[in-house]
């Protein structure tokens, strides 16, 4: 009869094969750290899913390697041009990012334009797993007349414009007009309407470009109006404390009701600006200038609601409201596009179909974050939701359902991009350009002064 010992070895051997029992949380990385050929895995889109996607597999996998591909030159997404200036603490969890970009099993690929520079079936011959977490990068349309007239912007493209998105840097919006109008009742919607009311001196020592300052500076907007189709007890916003829709509620009706005391009566009686919810209301048509040139005010129709709670619908009543104003913002929602003929895509849901984050019909193919769940949540909801995606992906690899052997990996994508003379970006290029704009606020008392220019920055970086 063999030894005690011999049987105890063979028998933990054999159990570390075997999948965790249901219920428990895998261990991946004691199986993992058997394993002898490392994956290589790429994600596409460097923002929070990107990011969230990579730090769970490197945390999770010990000799996994993953690429972390880009179109833009920087990295961090929304984190970077979506999280409005006045809210610093926000982007700390670039540092975190920062440190997953520079770990020695993972690489920034920027300056790359997956679907357009490389394909998806190219990185997926090249990669044992191809995570797609490029986000919403398009806004929904509001689909009524006069919504092409000057004067009517995406809040998407108005928040690019002042967080320096470069695609945004010619926006040049007016502002010249003393009314506001912002259609939708979501987080982004109450971003915009701060920095049309806040006082630039305010924002003077934020990371808000300098281009967008100086046109706050001469802007005479003093009313904003943020609209919505449903009630008060539907509005999407959130606020940072717990139970967040009762105190919500409990906010608005306070608000609603109560009267102000006299000191704060005297304050609202002596501010500059205003701001207001309108409820009840969805938006029908721009209305144009007499010479038809310009957006000059909105025509509402008013809504009712079917249902109760937050799936209640509205539904017009047949009455409508003119509302006069100079700029419309429509903040209606984002929208995921399509990135590669060859990855299914749902136009209506505006999602790639997956299941718990694996594309469906495609083995070796994830998503994660906006465009796999839709366009919703903050970046606590995104963080979950790529952990989960790169729990299922650690999965399929153990269970053997990701293709065996080696893979070249970006060895074989940076010799397709050389001869399309597609340069891309590295994580230490970036830490250059960062170093440039940090440098560059330092003078005027700011955090970083944003690069707009896409070819300055390859110029800085000597290309």
Known sequence: MAPRWWLWWHWSAWRRTLPPPPGSTPNFRQWFSTQEQPPQICVVGSGPAGFYTAQHLLKHHPQAHVDIYEKQLVPFGLVRFGVAPDHPEVKNVINTFTQ?????????????VVGRDVAVPELQTAYHAVVLSYGAEDHRALEIPGEELPGVFS????????????????????????????????????????????????????DITEAAL????????????????????????????????????????????????????????????????RFFRSPQQVLSSPDGQRAAGIRLAVTRLEGVGEAARAVP????????????????????????PSVPF??????????EGRVVDVPGLYCSGWVKRGPTGVIATTMTDSFATSQMLLQDLKAGLLPRGPRPGYAAIEALLSSRGVRPVSF????????????????????????????????????
């Open 428 to 463: 230490s290029d970036w830490e250059k350009l960062d170093a440039e704009e940090v440098s560059r606020g330092k003078g005027a008392g700011k955090p970083r002064e944003k690069l707009l220019d896409p070819q300055e920055m390859l110029r800085l970086l000597g290309r």
């Open 317 to 340: 009543t047949g009455d409508t409201e003119d509302l006069p104003c100079g700029l419309v913002l429509s903040s209606v929602g984002y929208k995921s596009c399509p990135i590669d």
């Open 155 to 206: 809040a998407r493209a108005f928040v690019g414009w002042y967080n320096g998105l470069p695609e945004n840097r010619e926006l040049a919006p007016d502002l010249s007009c003393d009314t506001a109008v912002i259609l939708g009742q979501g987080n982004v919607a109450l971003d915009v309407a701060r920095i049309l009311l806040t006082p630039p001196e305010h924002l003077e020592k934020t």
């Open 100 to 112: 997953t970009a520079r770990s020695a099993r993972c690489a920034f690929r920027g300056n790359v």
């Open 214 to 277: 100086g046109v706050l500076r001469q802007s005479q907007v003093k009313t904003v109006w943020i609209v919505g189709r449903r009630g008060p007890l539907q509005v999407a916003f959130t606020i940072k404390v717990p139970r967040p829709r009762k105190r919500l509620t409990e906010l608005l009706l306070r608000t609603a009701i109560e009267k102000p005391g006299p000191e704060e009566a005297a304050r609202q009686a002596l501010a500059s600006r205003a701001w207001g919810l």
């Open 346 to 355: 749902d136009p209506k849901l505006g999602v790639i179909p997956n299941m």
